[in-house]
T-cell receptor
Framework: GDSVTQMEGPVTLSEEAFLTINCTYTATGYPSLFWYVQYPGEGLQLLLKATKADDKGSNKGFEATYRKETTSFHLEKGSVQVSDSAVYFCALSDKDGGSQGNLIFGKGTKLSVKP | NAGVMQNPRHLVRRRGQEARLRCSPMKGHSHVYWYRQLPEEGLKFMVYLQKENIIDESGMPKERFSAEFPKEGPSILRIQQVVRGDSAAYFC??????????????FGDGTRLSIL
């Protein structure tokens, strides 16, 4: 079945460092891809999304490009801040076109940014 | 504009009791999803509902778990005869009724269920 694999954490960086969190997926159709962020004690917030190959999603300095040839959707940010400390989840929607499907999540990557 | 509201935020039950988790979707949203997050794990899909209909329950355990989304009122996830393994965070998400594909789901803050 469809699945998402993301790099294991925790990831610890200093402020202003470059961030990459790897995410690869397996899907039979043409899924949409998402990054969600979860701050401590809270629910998930959509960070960015891409719905087709070569789309780039971006938000708050984060970006990720939908790479069909490598089945990847790596999250990047050029300069992280302490406030970016959270758990990041890569996800795909297992329905292409048409109706909303349920989300399939990776296990999450915990990011800690030190001042 | 209120987001997805879940209550209670924390719920403690003893083994064998029933747990009821409530979810009110965002205004204008008619699709509700329930997910379970075990410690150190990602979220796992449980069930997808529209008003008065269960659309996909492929992620629901076959026994003790049920979900509903009545015409009026919140969606309810019900767990009967809880066991320690039910301890987890349960998240509800909602999305609008919309023909455009893959509208993002908006998540509530979750209910953290602890079984003693």
């Amino acid at each position: 079945g469809d699945s998402v694999t993301q790099m294991e954490g925790p990831v610890t960086l200093s402020e202003e460092a470059f961030l990459t969190i790897n995410c690869t997926y397996t899907a039979t159709g043409y899924p949409s891809l998402f990054w969600y962020v979860q701050y401590p004690g809270e629910g998930l917030q959509l960070l960015l999304k891409a719905t087709k190959a070569d789309d780039k999603g971006s938000n708050k300095g984060f970006e990720a490009t939908y790479r069909k040839e490598t089945t990847s959707f790596h999250l990047e940010k050029g300069s992280v801040q302490v406030s970016d400390s959270a758990v990041y989840f890569c996800a795909l929607s297992d329905k292409d076109g048409g109706s909303q499907g349920n989300l399939i999540f990776g296990k999450g990557t915990k990011l800690s940014v030190k001042p | 504009n209120a987001g997805v509201m879940q209550n209670p935020r924390h719920l403690v039950r003893r083994r064998g009791q029933e747990a009821r988790l409530r979810c009110s979707p965002m205004k204008g949203h008619s699709h509700v999803y329930w997910y379970r997050q075990l410690p150190e794990e990602g979220l796992k899909f449980m069930v997808y509902l529209q008003k008065e209909n269960i659309i996909d329950e492929s992620g629901m355990p076959k026994e003790r778990f049920s979900a509903e989304f009545p015409k009026e009122g919140p969606s309810i996830l019900r767990i009967q005869q809880v066991v320690r393994g039910d301890s987890a965070a349960y998240f509800c998400a909602s999305s609008p009724h919309d023909r455009v594909a893959n509208q993002p789901q908006h998540f509530g803050d979750g209910t953290r269920l602890s079984i003693l």
